[in-house]
């Protein structure tokens, strides 16, 4: 059952008498224990002016689906939803309502690309130059802090709740709303971000082909090659053991490189399917334009390990 939630817009008005102008100061109000009566912790020595709205209540528990929102579409309601994430280890969010970004957050990614560097296929994920997200769009989200990120609030809940994509050339960024499962590999390769190494040589932080019985959580989301490029013509028929050994084919595993609002690199991973998370690999070094190196290097310079840049002097 759906309930109502109580929010309180609260504004002190202060007249000061020789200008006629308004003032605003914060008003501490105690609840009792079921919410219905708010006491005063202290009076003010000003007019307090108080509105009180009701909306519908909704919780999204996070691994389910959100057919609770479907009788709001197009209306105002609070909407309970929280997530566990692990510090500077991405992973994917597409969500029901535009979001806006509170203060100890961590960093929202939209896809921009994907290129080929070297041997290796670099996907471009950019910091957006606004706090608001934009809803039903899927995104990479770095967590700042250990721990479960609230993104509970009150939100106008779009006419039409259905999980969007960014597409980039032959690649699509899919958003989820509902699980999806592949009880065998999917005809048009898809790709998962892992959060945590695989015994089968998975890197931590690795976009990865979608195999049979994979599945991919609400909520989420996943790359897919739409294209028909000669090149990957053969992909779709190869198991993960002979996608490896060709150039011919598309890669088993995808580069992350994750741009921020002013334009710097400020980490580099990879992408894996199976839980729909990322994190990155500590013994991986990277040049700025995503080049794996074969170990921590010598020369000079600005490197990408751990998620972070280092400076090698």
């Known amino acids: 059952m759906n309930m109502k939630k109580k929010v309180f817009s609260m504004?002190?008005?202060?007249?000061?008498?020789?200008?006629?102008?308004?003032?605003?100061?914060?008003?501490?109000?105690?609840?009792?224990?079921d919410?219905?009566?708010?006491?005063?912790?202290?009076?003010?020595?000003?007019?307090?002016?108080?509105?009180?709205?009701?909306?519908?209540?909704?919780?999204?528990?996070?691994?389910?689906?959100?057919?609770?929102?479907?009788?709001y579409k197009g209306q105002e309601i609070w909407v309970n939803y929280t997530r566990s994430f692990t510090a500077d280890k991405p992973s994917t969010v597409c969500l029901p309502f535009a979001y806006t970004k509170k203060t100890g957050d961590g960093s929202f990614y939209e896809f921009?690309?994907?290129?080929?560097?070297?041997?290796?296929?670099?996907?471009?994920?950019?910091?957006?130059?606004?706090?608001?997200?934009?809803?039903?769009?899927?995104?990479?989200?770095?967590?700042?802090?250990?721990?479960?990120?609230?993104?509970?609030?009150?939100?106008?809940?779009?006419?039409?709740?259905?999980?969007?994509?960014?597409?980039?050339?032959?690649?699509?960024?899919?958003?989820?709303?509902?699980?999806?499962?592949?009880?065998?590999?999917?005809?048009?390769?898809?790709?998962?971000?892992?959060?945590q190494a695989a015994n089968d040589g998975i890197t931590q932080g690795q976009f990865v082909k979608v195999g049979s019985y994979v599945r991919i959580k609400p909520m989420r989301a996943y790359l897919q090659y739409n294209g028909s490029d000669?090149?990957?013509?053969?992909?779709?028929?190869?198991?993960?053991?002979?996608?490896?050994t060709s150039d011919d084919t598309l890669p088993e595993t995808i580069g992350v490189r994750l741009i921020s609002a002013n334009g710097?690199?400020?980490?580099?991973?990879?992408?894996?399917?199976?839980?729909?998370?990322?994190?990155?690999?500590?013994?991986?070094?990277y040049t700025l334009d995503g080049k794996r190196l074969n170990a921590k290097p010598n020369t000079k310079g600005i490197y990408v390990n751990n998620g972070k840049k280092v400076v090698i002097k």
Not at 19 to 32: K, V, Y
Not at 132 to 155: E, H, I, Q, R, V
Not at 177 to 182: A, L, M, N, V
């Open 11 to 33: 504004l002190a008005l202060l007249v000061a008498a020789t200008t006629g102008a308004w003032a605003q100061d914060p008003i501490d109000l105690t609840p009792n224990a």
């Open 35 to 71: 919410g219905t009566e708010w006491t005063l912790a202290s009076s003010p020595a000003y007019d307090v002016e108080l509105e009180v709205e009701y909306y519908d209540e909704v919780t999204l528990t996070d691994g389910e689906a959100i057919t609770g929102l479907d009788t």
């Open 112 to 195: 921009t690309g994907i290129e080929k560097v070297g041997s290796e296929y670099i996907a471009t994920m950019t910091e957006p130059g606004t706090s608001t997200l934009t809803a039903n769009t899927p995104y990479l989200y770095k967590a700042a802090t250990t721990g479960d990120a609230d993104f509970s609030g009150t939100y106008a809940i779009p006419a039409s709740i259905e999980a969007g994509t960014t597409i980039s050339g032959d690649w699509t960024f899919k958003g989820t709303y509902s699980t999806i499962e592949w009880t065998s590999a999917p005809e048009d390769p898809t790709y998962g971000f892992s959060a």
């Open 230 to 244: 000669s090149q990957f013509i053969n992909a779709r028929s190869l198991t993960r053991a002979a996608a490896t």
């Open 264 to 285: 710097e690199v400020t980490a580099i991973g990879t992408l894996y399917t199976r839980t729909g998370e990322v994190s990155f690999d500590s013994e991986a070094w």
